[in-house]
């Protein structure tokens, strides 16, 4: 059955300090893979997909994401943090009939 | 990109009364919209899948005389809570595929809802 990891629950950064958010997956075919961010009390923007090709995916708000199919990872990076990226950050495979799996969830703090 | 609502916002109801939430995709039509429900500090949890015109397909455990939905449009689909009581107190979230990036989902803003 697909599945996604996201092994840290929390996460807190200095701003302007770089960040990396990890995010592993469990699907037997060629994953389509999503990172979505959620503020709270709101619904969830897409930052960025990765469906094939070039494996690092440039998304909105200065985010990346490099797909490494040996790891089955697709972790989240972004080289400088700003206070208004705290947030929840939710890692997600697709799957048949374009359903997605979500990860647990990551929380960003982002210190002053 | 393209714009998912939903309405209303928040919503506060008498235990055994019933919730309609709407999910709109406002500059795109929709060919298959999503249902969502979120507890607090957790992930999302697919509740059903619904095509214009077509029955929504639920998920397992998901009770369909419960969850009510209806999508009668490519533009509209529809959650009604029936009776409802307080352990369906939640946040509900509704997303859309836009013809053509079948694969991407763009989420609404959600809906509270509180039953008391």
């Known amino acids: 059955a697909q599945s996604v990891t996201q092994p840290d629950i929390h996460i807190t950064v200095s701003e302007g300090a770089s960040l990396e958010l990890r995010c592993n997956y469990s699907y037997g075919a060629t994953p389509y893979l999503f990172w979505y961010v959620q503020s709270p009390g709101q619904g969830l923007q897409l930052l960025l997909k990765?469906?094939?090709?070039?494996?690092l995916v440039q998304g909105i708000k200065g985010f990346e994401a490099e797909f490494k199919r040996s790891q089955s990872s697709f972790n989240l990076r972004k080289p400088s943090v700003h206070w208004s990226d705290a947030a929840e950050y939710f890692c997600a495979v697709g799957t048949y009939g374009n359903k997605l799996v979500f990860g647990a969830g990551t929380i960003l703090r982002v210190k002053s | 990109g393209a714009v998912v609502s939903q309405h209303p916002s928040w919503v506060i109801c008498k235990s055994g009364t019933s919730v309609k939430i709407e999910c709109r995709s406002l500059?795109?039509?929709?060919?298959?919209m999503f249902w969502y429900r979120q507890f607090p500090k957790q992930s999302l949890m697919l509740m059903a899948t619904?095509?214009?015109?077509?029955?929504?397909?639920?998920e397992q455990g998901v009770e369909k005389d419960k969850f009510l939905i209806n999508h009668a449009s490519l533009t509209l689909s529809t959650l009604t809570v029936t009776s409802a009581h307080p352990e369906d107190s939640s946040f509900y979230i509704c997303?859309?595929?836009?013809?053509?990036?079948?694969?991407?989902?763009?989420f609404g803003p959600g809906t509270r809802l509180t039953v008391l």
């Open positions: 500059d795109f039509q929709a060919t298959t």
């Open positions: 997303s859309a595929n836009v013809a053509g990036e079948a694969d991407t989902q763009y």
């Open positions: 990765y469906f094939s090709g070039d494996t």
């Open positions: 619904s095509n214009e015109g077509s029955k929504a397909t639920y």
